[in-house]
C-alpha cells in the first residue's frame, strides 16, 4: 500500500502466473466479475482458474475498421446495475490496437459502488494512448474504491 492509501502491484514476466494469483485473492468460484470482452487472453484463463463467472461488456467497435474502441464508463454502469453481486470490474487497456479505455471514469463508476477496478495495462507502456496519462501506469493496476 502506498502512502497515499492506494493498493498497487507489480506483475512479473509470465504474467499469468500473476494474474491467476492475484484474481484468486479477490475472487472464488461462483463469483460474479464483469470482464470488458475484449480482455486479455491470459486474464481469461485466470478467471477460469478462479471458477468466477464472467459477465461481459462490450467494446464499443469503430464503425468502418471493426476494431475495438475501448469500453466505456456508462456501459460498465449499466452492466454494474444489472449486476449488483459484482465482486470485480476487469479490462486491459490499453488494447491491442493501442485504444485506450476510461480508465479515470471506469474506476469513477466502479468504486462508487464499492468494486474494485483490476487493469492489464501490459501494453501500455509503448502505447501512444497512454504517453500522455498523469499517471503512471502502475499506480492504476489495481485500483480499490
Known sequence: MGID????????????HFYIISLAAMLGPGDE?????DLHTSLLTALIHT?????????????SFDI?????????????AAYPAARLVVLTSPSYW????DVAGIATV???????????????????STRSCRVPPW?????WP
Do not use: C, F, K, N
Not at 492509501?5 to 499469468?16: E, H, K, Q, T
Not at 471458477?51 to 464503425?63: K, N, T
Not at 466505456?72 to 454494474?80: M, R
Open 51 to 63: 471458477g468466477a463467472r464472467p459477465i461481459y461488456v462490450a467494446p464499443r467497435l469503430h464503425p
Open 33 to 37: 466479475v464483469i470482464v470488458a470482452r
Open 5 to 16: 492509501g492506494a493498493v498497487r502491484a507489480l506483475g512479473v514476466p509470465a504474467s499469468w
Open 68 to 80: 475495438s474502441l475501448g469500453v466505456s464508463a456508462d456501459d460498465v454502469a449499466a452492466v454494474l
Open 98 to 101: 493501442g485504444v485506450a479505455s
Open 110 to 128: 466502479a468504486h462508487a459502488r464499492g468494486v474494485p477496478l483490476y487493469v492489464d495495462e501490459a501494453w501500455g507502456r509503448i502505447s501512444p
Open 139 to 143: 499506480q492504476a493496476v489495481p485500483t
